[in-house]
Each structure stands twice: as C-alpha cells, then as structure tokens.
C-alpha cells in the first residue's frame, strides 16, 4: 500500500509518519483486505490541527475523514476514529458485496468544472450571457453498482455522485434529497 502523508505549510516529522502508518494499517487490516492508496494532509486551522485521510480501495470505494484537535496526533487519532466507524459501518456490505469481484472497479475519466455564481447585481459572464467557469479539472467516474454507488457517496459525505452503472453501462446519478432520502437517477438509451 501506498502512503502520501503530507502536511500544509507545517512539518510532519518521522514519528508522526510512523505513527499514521501504523494505525492505518491497523485499522484497514480489520475491514478491508485490499487498500491501495492511503493521502493523509495536515494543516492548521487558527489554533488546531486539522487532519484529513482519503483512503483508496481496490473495490472501488474510497473511504475520507476529517477532524481536528488542538493537538497534532489527538487531530489524527480522532480522523482514524471515524474512519474506522465508517469502515465498520460497511464492513458487511464491503465483504458481501466484492467478496466474487474478479477485477477492481473500472475508472474513466471525466471533465469536471466549477461555474462563477451568478449574481443579478453582476454581470459577469462569457459575452452570451453564461456563466464564466472559473475552474476545470479531471474527476474519475466509477463502474459500479447502484448500492455500492450509494455507499460511495455516503463514504465521500458528498451530496451527489455520477457513476456508470455496471449492469446499463450506461451514467447513473445517485443523490441526497432534502427529505434525507437518496434519489437515482437512470436515464433510458435514446429516451
């Protein structure tokens, strides 16, 4: 597995690398038998630390967490302690669900851009009166399920998440409605 543990305008000593390491094998150990890659990024925030993880699998799924704490390793500890829940969590579905899974989980890439909001006191726009956007960049898109797409998004805590679906092949939108339901949609070829 590989690790990426950084810090943001801060110093992240041999100990606390060593320490990350070790409590993230520990804790992907009990609820995942494949993790690929393991980002872990400090930063500070006025008087705390903060701490995030985006953890990898080769199922597919990726696992984030964030905490924070006055201290540097209390930050991390309390980041490992939520993501060893949300492991725990769907440690069931995880092992169920790709336990006869051949071969990860086909990526493809995708454009993904950031429009400028659009005030009615500004006008600042393209000339045709669309939004500007203000930022591109590549975002990967998932072949999976429609259940282990729902499980990504909630592991992601992200409102929405656009995937192919493995059994259509075709792009499927799964999302968080305001009544706290998740919504699906699946638009019919040609349709």
Not at 64 to 87: N, R, S, T
Request: charged residues 30%; glycine residues 8%; hydrophobic residues 35%.
């Amino acid at each position: 597995m590989r690790y990426r543990i950084s810090g943001k305008q801060i110093e992240i000593g041999e100990a606390l690398s060593t320490h990350v390491r070790s409590a993230l094998e520990e804790i992907l150990g009990k609820y995942s038998q494949r993790p690929t890659d393991a980002q872990v990024v400090f930063s500070r925030d006025a008087h705390n630390f903060v701490c995030e993880a985006t953890v990898h699998l080769s199922s597919g799924l990726t696992a984030q967490a964030k905490a924070q704490d006055v201290e540097i390793y209390a930050a991390f500890d309390a980041c490992g302690a939520k993501m060893d829940k949300q492991l725990r969590r769907y440690k069931r579905r995880l092992k169920n669900h790709h336990r006869d899974r051949a071969a990860d989980v086909e990526v493809s890439q995708g454009a993904s851009y950031i429009l400028a909001r659009h005030d009615e006191d500004r006008e600042e726009d393209d000339g045709d009166g669309h939004p500007i956007i203000i930022a591109e960049m590549e975002t990967k898109i998932s072949t999976l399920a429609v259940g282990d797409a729902v499980m990504q998004m909630e592991l992601n805590h992200s409102p929405v998440l656009v995937f192919r679906n493995e059994k259509t092949e075709g792009l499927n939108v799964v999302y968080r409605r305001e009544d706290g339901n998740i919504g699906w949609i699946d638009p019919k070829p040609g349709g």
